[in-house]
């Protein structure tokens, strides 16, 4: 029954991104409602325990994502301005918010600081969400400016939480020493596991499909739980840790990529039901004008002194500073932080939760609707420009692959200028690699044997199923020692590709095939590559021999 209800919310979670895209509405939003609607009608579930374990593990991979798919050319010009707006900025928007909580509200002053604490760091899952579903690519390179602020701005956040938590608990706190050691500790280990990551991807073979998912996911949650366990901010170094992995190339990246890509977006869905999930009706009722007044004051005002002031030094555009402003969407962070406070057991005389889910609900509502017509009303659109040049996970993402060839010593390729070679295809050469040297290939350059040319061409996805197979020879394999040409192939089989050790050998018609080599073939039937015939024969083949040897007896 359980397996039953999740596939049945994954599906409607998946009509609620298509309607999303459609409808311009937030498609968080629409996963916060959905958790709404389930609790309203009758399903149950208020085990915080087990919605905070969740929590933190959504909140490991959004974070590790949006460091991963942040585009470090793009980011570095304004990565003073975003450092300093998911520090200063969230320690900002806390306390004024805390302290509008504590003057105009009535609230406690520890309780007012921990609230604005909880709610004080913007989402990166929203803000991507929004800035790409809506095409919303921004002036000033505001569009990474905004991505770097949210995705690095949690771990501030986190820590003000601990602190001001750890006040109201009555616990003798250092607070120097704790955010002294949250965000050195964070800082550093990011660092050195990203260090230590680039080098294991060097040397480690990762060919295999999925190996490198599992590795890079595995080391991202290492680096979070150890900095944790010394007392870092594990947060913080999860990202780091994403941001230099994610600007490197290695074997199996793309696969990451797609992988985290959809799983990222899984546990934002997953996070914002639960949210709703874990509301009682009766409540988000109650504590519905509380979260009103809040969200206006922080849109209108909290938010926007505090980016104002801050970034002063920096002379931004006031067009830039209104966008900027209006962009700070609450999320999937405080709703982990809401759900570790009441977790935490601490008594407290606010419903923190249900004004903390109220904040989300509409703070998607108001600032997510409104921030495509904001952003076009102050003229903040470029539009000879796409926003997903923004983030790195695009590039990776695009229909175009690399292929490479050596030049051999008898080629008839060498001393041949690159305008003079005869491209017939559509490719073009992207790079020539000379030794270890990376070469413009420019028109008048000459090949040179032992040149690598590296050619770029549009992806080709098979309609039809066309299958590739891949095995590697073994002893005594009917194959050893003889010519591509001599094995008589079906029409429909071709070898594409030879691996013998760490190089590939061309699938040449001469190509003498070796023991332990291992063959990339193409078919379009089910074949049986383990058959010991000096011609590979397919499932259907042999299963009718079988039927006739049969018959025979």
């Known amino acids: 029954m359980e397996l039953l209800f999740i596939a049945i919310i994954l599906i409607l979670a998946l009509i609620a991104i298509s309607f999303s895209s459609k409808s311009g509405i937030p498609s968080l939003l629409l996963f916060l409602t959905l958790g709404i609607i389930c609790s309203i009608a009758g399903i149950s579930?208020?085990?915080?325990?087990?919605?905070?374990?969740?929590?933190?593990?959504?909140?490991?991979?959004?974070?590790?994502?949006?460091?991963?798919?942040?585009?470090?050319?793009?980011?570095?010009?304004?990565?003073?301005?975003?450092?300093?707006?998911?520090?200063?900025?969230?320690?900002?928007?806390?306390?004024?918010?805390?302290?509008?909580a504590h003057y105009v509200l009535k609230f406690p002053l520890l309780e007012s600081m921990l609230l604005g604490s909880v709610v004080g760091s913007t989402d990166y899952a929203s803000v991507s969400n929004i800035l790409v579903s809506n095409q919303l690519n921004l002036k000033y390179n505001t569009a990474s400016l905004l991505?770097?602020?949210?995705?690095?701005?949690?771990?501030?956040?986190?820590?003000?939480?601990?602190?001001?938590?750890?006040?109201?608990?009555?616990?003798?706190?250092?607070?120097?020493?704790?955010?002294?050691?949250?965000?050195?500790?964070?800082?550093?280990?990011?660092?050195?596991?990203?260090?230590?990551?680039?080098k294991l991807l060097k040397r480690i073979n990762l060919q295999k499909d999925g190996l490198?998912?599992?590795?890079?996911?595995?080391?991202?949650?290492?680096?979070?739980?150890?900095?944790?366990?010394?007392?870092?901010?594990?947060?913080?170094?999860?990202?780091?840790?994403?941001?230099?992995?994610?600007?490197?190339?290695?074997?199996?990246?793309?696969?990451?990529?797609?992988?985290?890509?959809?799983f990222t977006e899984l546990m934002s869905i997953g996070l914002f039901f639960l949210l709703g999930l874990l509301a009682t009706p009766a409540n988000i009722l109650q504590t519905l004008p509380v979260a009103a007044i809040l969200v206006l004051f922080m849109t209108f005002i909290?938010?926007?002194?505090?980016?104002?002031?801050?970034?002063?030094?920096?002379?931004?555009?006031?067009?830039?500073?209104?966008?900027?402003?209006?962009?700070?969407?609450?999320?999937?962070?405080?709703?982990?932080?809401?759900?570790?406070?009441?977790?935490?057991?601490?008594?407290?005389?606010?419903?923190l939760y249900h004004i903390v889910f109220g904040i989300c609900f509409l703070s998607s509502l108001l600032q997510g609707s409104f921030m495509a017509p904001i952003s076009k009303k102050t003229d903040m659109i470029d539009p000879n420009d796409t926003v997903l040049t923004t983030f790195n996970y695009y590039s990776a993402k695009k229909p175009i692959s690399f292929v490479k060839t050596?030049?051999?010593?008898?080629?008839?390729?060498?001393?041949?200028?690159v305008k003079d070679l005869n491209m017939v295809f559509d490719f073009i050469i992207a790079k020539i690699k000379r030794d270890e040297k990376s070469i413009v290939p420019r028109g008048e350059v000459v090949l040179q044997a032992g040149d690598v040319?590296?050619?770029?061409?549009?992806?080709?996805?098979?309609?039809?199923?066309?299958?590739?197979?891949?095995?590697?020879?073994?002893?005594?394999?009917?194959?050893?020692?003889?010519?591509?040409?001599d094995l008589n192939l079906p029409e429909d089989q071709l070898i594409l590709t030879i691996q013998r050790g760490s190089n590939f050998v061309p699938a040449e018609g001469s190509t003498?095939?070796?023991?332990?080599?291992?063959?990339?073939?193409?078919?379009?039937?089910?074949?049986?590559?383990?058959?010991?015939?000096?011609?590979?024969?397919?499932?259907?083949?042999?299963?009718?021999e079988s039927t006739e040897e049969t018959i025979e007896k």
């Open 147 to 198: 991505e770097m602020e949210s995705g690095s701005n949690d771990p501030f956040a986190y820590t003000m939480t601990m602190l001001f938590l750890s006040l109201v608990a009555g616990t003798s706190v250092s607070v120097p020493m704790m955010i002294g050691m949250q965000i050195v500790l964070g800082l550093l280990l990011g660092v050195l596991f990203a260090l230590l990551v680039n």
């Open 212 to 262: 490198a998912i599992v590795f890079v996911a595995a080391m991202a949650l290492l680096t979070y739980s150890f900095t944790s366990v010394v007392g870092g901010n594990g947060y913080l170094a999860v990202y780091l840790f994403g941001i230099i992995i994610g600007n490197q190339t290695f074997i199996g990246k793309k696969d990451v990529i797609f992988f985290f890509d959809g």
């Open 406 to 417: 050596r030049i051999k010593e008898d080629s008839t390729l060498v001393g041949t200028r």
């Open 453 to 485: 040319l590296v050619f770029s061409g549009e992806e080709y996805y098979d309609p039809y199923g066309q299958e590739l197979i891949e095995f590697s020879i073994s002893h005594g394999h009917p194959w050893v020692d003889h010519r591509i040409m």
């Open 302 to 351: 909290a938010r926007p002194v505090s980016v104002v002031g801050l970034m002063l030094p920096f002379r931004l555009k006031g067009n830039q500073l209104i966008t900027i402003s209006w962009a700070g969407l609450r999320g999937a962070a405080a709703i982990a932080f809401a759900i570790m406070v009441v977790n935490s057991g601490v008594e407290l005389s606010i419903d």
């Open 45 to 100: 579930f208020d085990n915080y325990e087990i919605a905070e374990s969740f929590a933190t593990i959504a909140l490991i991979v959004i974070m590790f994502y949006g460091g991963f798919g942040t585009n470090w050319k793009m980011g570095k010009p304004v990565v003073r301005e975003a450092a300093i707006l998911a520090s200063l900025g969230v320690v900002a928007t806390a306390l004024i918010t805390g302290v509008f």
């Open 512 to 544: 003498i095939i070796r023991e332990k080599d291992r063959i990339i073939l193409s078919t379009h039937d089910d074949v049986d590559f383990n058959a010991a015939h000096p011609k590979l024969k397919t499932k259907k083949q042999i299963q009718a």
